[in-house]
Every structure is written in structure tokens, then in C-alpha cells.
């Protein structure tokens, strides 16, 4: 079944080679402290005789590489070959031979091994008369080498790869576990054994009195291991935890795949989360240990990787028509030969990687089968497991099958809350060329309504605008899709795209359910510019009679929390009285995920206005209620508002930094990006040493100074910048006004002019308390140049724009004006 053992090539086309380079663990020593502590105390006290135990690619090579680097002294190594039958003594001779120039007097008995090695007969003392008896021979030769090593030591003796060692080497280590060498620290490395698949080194030494050998068995590296190892690799500061995950699922941790993976990640650049290749070196080494398989066993093995990293015996032998003695014996077989690990509750692949290259190494056409045939087993599985069942179809061609089972995949994950899940496998659906046009629309609907929660908008937007360019797709179809396409675009920061596209899907929405949803998200002012609040005001008019009319719960409450919402922005102080009543009720209560996303939302309007105390406690209930649903798409919300919380009570230390790893973080939630690029930017003005205005000159003066006043400037226009092109009303709104700010000591007619750019899109939207900071700039840039009431009509606007409004922030910087602009 798997073609090539011996053919196969690489993906240039080049033949894989005969034999593949030694596994050796990473380049990068990391996750071995307490190993290398161990052995470090273990050979300063010989004589010991230490079993260094792994699995291929464990790391054990890199081990003692470190040990020898730091340890003093003389050195003796050897290696093992992999060869059918290596030379006596063959490891050991060698590691004599490479240090007889320091050869002292020798006792006689050393002799014995002047016939092994001619090259040292100038050193060693005559050979002696042979003996009959084989058996004495042995030991005199065991007494020889044991008598070199004497005379080499102090010295630490390092044989590697003992488990293709000859039985004589075995035999002479017996020995010396239970002769020590005064002065020898013996380190031996070696594969740990497997049941079935003993080596002449562990049956040697398991005849070994317990005390004679200390045993280091190596495991792999954990998640923050390979995270060190990926960061060094990638050189990247602070790897995200998929790829930790990704790394260690693909790997297992063992250090010379881990090494392999990241290596090629390097020299190919790219997304490493979407580089699923086989590294060459570790193919060669897999088809190496495919080599011995026999075509009964391949077969196996090859049905083995079509069913997955544990391979179901049972299922394994309805597939093949085999019975499970044939199973069971290829697939020991298999775990003899390295390719799959015995991981207590059963054999399987050791990292996905050996897995895909045994897929691979299938035809195309066998796999095609296999799958099916795994498909039709499954099939008759109760509970069906549909997830099983869509990716066999998938990988079968089967496109129909694979659809139904996806769908139902994608509903049992919905009703379990795993949006990402439900997102993920609507997303396959959506390449299935054949789909009729109805079923297309249907799965389009859910997946937008799944992607919205389930952070995979980037992918699912360009499906439904490609639905929503056919002019034939249906009326109550477009209004489904426009609506979720919209509040799709909206997370992922497109404010005036998102808002549109739900502004067209309105008309189109036929149930008043989910035309109160729409409106309610029009309902709000702070997201999108050209849109005044009069607009918002009859947009939530229009989402409370459809609330009505549809009788459903949930659409009256996002209604009233949007109400809330908005009557926040306006300054209306009905609006606490409203937070109060829904934060008491049952309706809230009983959503989390809604009344979390609500008191993140209430905590920002309350930030805007002013009260401080308030957003405070909101955010507390919000973050308590993320933490209790892992509601994973508001994380980044909470951060955001925490820090902006921060920046708005003058709690600067750290804060750029901060803001800096959640600007870095944001493409888990992009909605959030703007804000905290905003907040990252004033808090850099204000840290400049230019916002309190007292020493502006002065600080600006200095080179140390200026940079930090660039280096803000900066970053406060590249986000007016991209605020205008989203449409992003609040952060272009603070943006401008922090940039008029910034300006306003050393370029005052620059400070006007980014403030009249701020207070006239505030004129656009019609909530004149946000313009408050815009025309304190004006009033102090009026003042400073002695002509105060240049700024009157802005004051004088201020002014009646929060006459009777809960704008506490606003008030403030009124008072101010008015001290520099009297009425």
C-alpha cells in the first residue's frame, strides 16, 4: 500500500539517500538543567557507569556534548555504527586508540589487546600466549581493556549509540559496572528499549546488580521549552502560543524534530502556523526506518496514517478484510522499527510529522479508497462521529457526504458554545464547487453567524461578498448575509464598510428578530463616521418597534442595552438608571456572554463621559464574566478598555509598554486595534514631556526630547490615517485632538488646525462633548497669541452642545476654557 520504500524522492525530484546522518538533538541547548546538573555531579564523583536513555532525537547527543564542554580532564569517545555486524570491542578500541600517546606503564595482561590494535604495538606490552579455553580468552581480554582504562584515568569514557553496540562491548560493560575503574566515569548513550525489541546493552546490563548503573531517561520538551527554542530560531520576541501548540502537536517535543520543523520554517519564511511540510532530513530518516517493512506491514501502516495518530485495530481490520492477529503483528512491526510509540493505552505515531510521511507515501488513488473505506466503518458508529466522518469524505472526494457530516459537525459544536470549531468546518463547506445554490446559502448564514464569535471573519468575509455579488441570491438571503458579512467587517476594524453593508441588509431582513439586531448595532455613534446621532436616535426607535413585534427576549434586550449605550455617549443621564434595571434582571443574567459585551461597552461610554468610577466597576464585571464563559473574542476588549482606564486616570507607569504587546496582540481581536494604537499614541504624548505644556520647550529642546516628541507625533498620525480610512469616528476624534495637543506649544496654527479637523467631524456626529480637549487646544492657542476671542465660537459651542448633559469630562475642560475665554 505505501509505494516507494526505496524510490521514493524528494520533492525536487532528487533520490531520498541510502542512509540518513545521525539524529542528533537541537543546536540550541534549552530544557535539560536538571539533567545536565545530574550528570555533572554524578561523573565529578567516579567511578560510576551512567545509561543516558531516549528516544531517537531526544537530545541525548547534545547532552553529553554540554557535559564534555565544561568538563575538565581527559576524554575518551566512541561511537556505534549502525552496521549488521560490528567489529568486538570495536567502540571501546576506538576510543583507546585516539588517546595512546598518553599511555603510562601498563600491566601485562594489556597485552592481550596488542593483536586489536597494531597500531599501538610500539605502547602495549607483548601479547600473550593464546588460550584454549575460549571462555578465559574473554575475560582476559575484558581484563585488558579494564587495564587501559586504568591507565587513562582520570578520564571520562563516552560511548554513544550503545544500543547497536556488538555483545562483547555489552559484556565488557557488565563488567565494568561491576569492576569499576577507580577514576573512569563511564557515559553511556542509548535508545531506550522497547517491549519485544530488547538491544545486547540492555539485556547486559538489566543482568547488573541495580546499585552498578544509574539510569538518565530523557522526556520531551515541554510548551515553554519549545517557546524558547522557537523564539531562537525565528528570533522572535514573544512566539504566540498557537505556534507553542502547533510545534509541540506536530513534534511531540522531541528536540531534533522540533529543531528540524523550525529550521525549514526559517529558511522559508512565511506563516509558520501554515507550514505543515516535512523537514527533508527527518523524511530521510523516516523512510530509512520504513526500509525493513515488508508489504504486508506497509499496508498496515499506510491504512494506520489515512485513520489518524491512533490507529483503532478494530477499524483498522474492517477496512483491510485482515484479522487483528495480522494487525497486531504489523503494527508491533511498525513500533519496532521506530515509526509508531507505545503510549500506554495503545501504539501510535509519535508526532504527526511521521504520520504525514507515511500518508504521503500512499498513492493518491489508495488513499482515496482508504478513506472511504474508513468512512463506511465509521458510518455505523453510534453516536455517528461526525467530525471523523467529514474529514474521511473530504479526503475521499466524497463532496456530498462530506457537506451533510460537516454541517452536523459544525451544529453539534454550536450547541456546545466552540464557535471556532462550528466556523472551521462551515469554511470547508464553502469550497465544494457543486453546491446547489440554496444549500450554499444556508451554510453561508452560519457560518457568518459562527464566525462572528468564533474569531475566523478573515477567512469567512470573502466567501459571503462573493454570495452577496450574485444578483440572483434571494432578498431574505441578502439580508442574512449582509447582516452578519457587517458585523463581521466591523470586528475586524472596517467601521464605515461594517456599518454599510448592514445599513443595506436591513431592508431585506425579514424577520423582526433579526432586524431589531441590525438596527441596534446602527444604533451606535461611537463606531462610524457621517452618521449623526439623530440617525442613531432613529435607528434604536425603529430596532424598539421590531423588538416589539417579534415577541423575542433577546432581540428587546440588545435593544435596551443598545439604548443604554447610546444615551451614554449623549451625556443623557437616564442612561444609568437603564444600566441598573438590565444588570438586575433575569434576561441579562441568563446571557453572560451578552451581559459581559455589555458592561465592556457601558465601561467605554462611561470612560468617554467622564466618570471613571463607573467604568471601573463595569469593566471589573465584564472581566469577571470573560473569565467565567472564556468568552475568548472579548479578551482583548478587556485589556483594551483596562489599559485605556489606566491612561484616563494618569496611571502611566508601564502603560506604553502595555499597550505596546497588546498592539502587538490585537490580530485576535483587529476591532480593538485602533483603539489601543490611540491609546498607545497619547499615552507616548503624554510621556514625551509635552502634554502638561510646563517644560514643552525645554523638553522639546533636547535630542532625547525630540525623538520622543517624533516618535509620538508619529505614531498619532499614521493612526489619524487609518481612522479615516475605516471611518473609525472615536479614535480619529482622539487622535487629532492629542495630535492638537502634542502641537500646540511649538506649532500652534498646526494645533488649530488639527482641532478644528477633530471638533468639526464632532460636529458631524452631533455629540459636542467629545470635541471637549479640541477646543481647550483652540482656547490656549487663542490665548497664547493674545486674541482669546478667536476661540469664543468654540468655547460658546461647547458650552450649549453639554448644557444639562452627565459629561463630567467635558465640564471640566469648559471650566478651563472659560478661564482663558471668558464669556
Not at 557488565?174 to 539485556?203: C, F, K, M, Q
Not at 421590531?546 to 427576549?553: F, N, T
Request: one cysteine or more; charged letters at 25%; hydrophobic letters at 45%.
Amino acid at each position: 500500500m505505501i509505494d516507494g520504500g526505496e524510490d521514493t524522492t524528494r520533492g525536487g525530484g532528487s533520490p531520498a539517500p541510502v542512509r540518513p546522518e545521525r539524529l542528533r538533538g537541537p543546536v540550541e541547548f534549552v530544557g535539560r538543567a536538571a539533567e545536565l546538573a545530574r550528570l555533572r555531579r554524578l561523573v565529578a564523583n567516579p567511578p560510576c557507569l551512567i545509561l543516558l536513555e531516549g528516544e531517537p532525537g531526544i537530545g541525548k547527543s547534545r547532552l553529553v556534548a554540554e557535559l564534555l564542554a565544561e568538563l575538565p580532564g581527559r576524554h575518551l569517545i566512541g561511537e556505534c555504527d549502525d552496521v549488521p555486524e560490528p567489529f568486538p570491542l570495536g567502540v571501546l578500541l576506538d576510543a583507546i586508540r585516539g588517546s595512546a600517546d598518553r599511555l603510562g606503564p601498563l600491566s601485562p595482561v594489556a597485552g592481550a589487546l596488542a593483536p586489536l590494535l597494531p597500531e599501538l604495538a610500539d605502547v602495549l606490552p607483548d601479547a600473550p600466549p593464546p588460550l584454549v579455553d575460549p571462555a578465559a580468552e574473554r575475560h582476559r581480554l575484558l581484563r585488558a581493556v579494564a587495564a587501559v582504562l586504568a591507565a587513562l584515568s582520570p578520564a571520562t569514557l563516552l560511548l554513544e549509540d550503545l544500543h547497536w553496540a556488538d555483545p562483547a562491548t555489552c559484556e565488557l560493560l557488565a563488567y565494568l559496572s561491576t569492576h569499576p575503574v577507580e577514576g573512569l566515569a563511564v557515559v553511556l548513550t542509548a535508545r531506550t528499549a522497547t517491549p519485544g525489541s530488547s538491544t545486547p546493552i540492555h539485556d547486559a546490563l538489566a543482568r547488573t546488580p541495580p546499585w552498578s548503573v544509574t539510569r538518565v531517561a530523557l522526556s520531551p520538551l515541554d510548551a515553554d521549552d519549545v517557546r524558547r527554542l522557537a523564539a531562537r530560531t525565528l528570533r522572535l520576541d514573544d512566539p504566540p502560543q498557537q505556534l507553542t501548540a502547533t510545534l509541540l502537536d506536530r513534534t511531540a517535543g522531541i528536540p531534533f524534530v522540533v529543531e528540524e520543523v523550525l529550521r525549514t520554517l526559517a529558511e522559508r519564511g512565511g506563516d509558520p502556523l501554515a507550514d505543515d511540510s516535512v523537514p527533508f532530513v527527518l523524511r530521510d530518516v523516516l523512510l530509512w526506518r520504513l526500509r525493513p517493512l515488508d508489504e504486508a506491514t506497509r499496508e498496515v501502516l499506510g491504512a494506520a496514517a489515512v485513520l489518524g495518530m491512533t490507529p483503532d485495530q478494530r477499524i483498522l481490520a474492517s477496512v483491510l478484510g485482515l484479522d487483528r492477529v495480522a494487525i497486531v503483528a504489523a503494527l508491533t512491526a511498525a513500533h519496532r522499527a521506530g515509526l509508531l510509540h507505545d503510549a500506554g493505552d495503545g501504539l501510535r505515531f509519535r508526532h504527526d510529522l511521521a504520520r504525514q510521511v507515511v500518508y504521503d507515501l500512499v498513492p493518491r488513488e489508495s488513499r482515496e479508497w482508504l478513506h472511504l473505506r474508513v468512512a463506511r466503518v465509521l458510518e455505523q458508529e453510534l453516536p455517528r462521529p461526525v467530525a471523523q466522518l467529514a474529514h474521511h469524505y473530504r479526503r475521499a472526494g466524497s463532496g456530498a457526504d462530506f457537506v451533510r457530516n460537516a454541517e452536523a459537525a459544525a451544529d453539534l459544536a454550536t450547541e456546545r458554545g466552540d464557535d471556532a470549531t462550528a466556523a472551521s468546518f462551515l469554511l470547508q463547506t464553502m469550497d465544494i464547487a457543486e453546491l446547489p445554490r440554496p444549500v450554499r446559502v444556508r451554510l453561508a448564514a452560519k457560518l457568518g453567524r459562527s464566525a462572528i464569535d468564533g474569531l475566523s471573519q478573515a477567512e469567512a468575509i470573502p466567501v459571503l461578498e462573493r454570495l452577496l455579488a450574485d444578483r440572483r441570491l434571494p432578498p431574505g438571503a441578502r439580508g442574512e448575509l449582509g447582516l452578519v458579512l457587517g458585523r463581521m467587517l466591523r470586528q475586524q476594524g472596517e467601521a464605515l464598510r461594517g456599518y454599510t453593508e448592514i445599513e443595506r441588509a436591513v431592508p431585506y431582513l425579514r424577520a423582526p428578530r433579526r432586524k431589531a439586531q441590525a438596527l441596534a448595532v446602527l444604533a451606535a455613534p461611537d463606531t462610524v463616521v457621517g452618521r449623526h446621532v439623530d440617525d442613531h436616535l432613529a435607528r434604536c426607535a425603529q430596532a424598539e418597534i421590531a423588538a416589539a413585534a417579534s415577541g423575542d427576549p433577546a432581540a428587546h434586550l440588545a435593544v435596551r442595552i443598545a439604548r443604554a449605550s447610546l444615551l451614554l455617549e449623549l451625556g443623557d443621564p437616564a442612561a444609568w438608571a437603564i444600566i441598573s434595571e438590565l444588570r438586575a434582571s433575569a434576561e441579562l443574567a441568563d446571557r453572560p456572554r451578552e451581559h459581559a459585551r455589555a458592561c465592556l461597552n457601558w465601561a467605554q461610554g462611561a470612560l468617554h463621559a467622564g466618570h471613571p468610577e463607573q467604568a471601573d466597576a463595569l469593566l471589573a464585571a465584564g472581566r469577571a464574566l470573560v473569565d467565567e464563559t472564556g468568552y475568548e473574542r472579548l479578551a482583548s476588549l478587556v485589556e483594551a478598555t483596562e489599559l485605556s482606564l489606566d491612561r484616563a486616570a494618569g496611571r502611566l507607569d508601564g502603560l506604553a509598554e502595555r499597550l505596546s504587546r497588546l498592539v502587538a496582540s490585537a490580530e485576535r481581536m483587529p476591532v480593538t486595534l485602533l483603539d489601543a494604537r490611540v491609546e498607545l499614541a497619547t499615552v507616548l504624548a503624554r510621556t514625551a514631556g509635552t502634554a502638561g505644556g510646563d517644560n514643552a520647550e525645554e523638553c522639546a529642546g533636547s535630542a532625547e526630547g525630540r525623538g520622543d516628541v517624533e516618535a509620538a507625533e508619529r505614531a498619532l498620525r499614521e493612526v489619524v490615517a487609518d481612522a479615516r480610512r475605516v471611518g473609525a469616528i472615536w479614535p480619529l476624534v482622539q487622535a487629532l485632538s492629542a495630535l492638537a495637543r502634542l502641537t500646540v506649544a511649538g506649532r500652534p496654527d498646526e494645533a488649530v488646525r488639527h482641532a478644528a479637523d477633530a471638533l468639526s467631524l464632532v460636529r458631524g456626529k452631533g455629540i459636542v462633548a467629545w470635541a471637549a480637549e479640541a477646543v481647550l487646544v483652540l482656547a490656549e492657542a487663542a490665548a497664547a497669541a493674545g486674541d482669546p476671542g478667536r476661540a469664543a465660537g468654540a468655547v460658546a459651542e461647547l458650552e450649549a452642545g453639554i448644557a444639562g448633559r452627565d459629561a463630567p469630562l467635558a465640564l471640566a475642560a469648559l471650566r478651563r476654557c472659560r478661564e482663558l475665554v471668558p464669556a
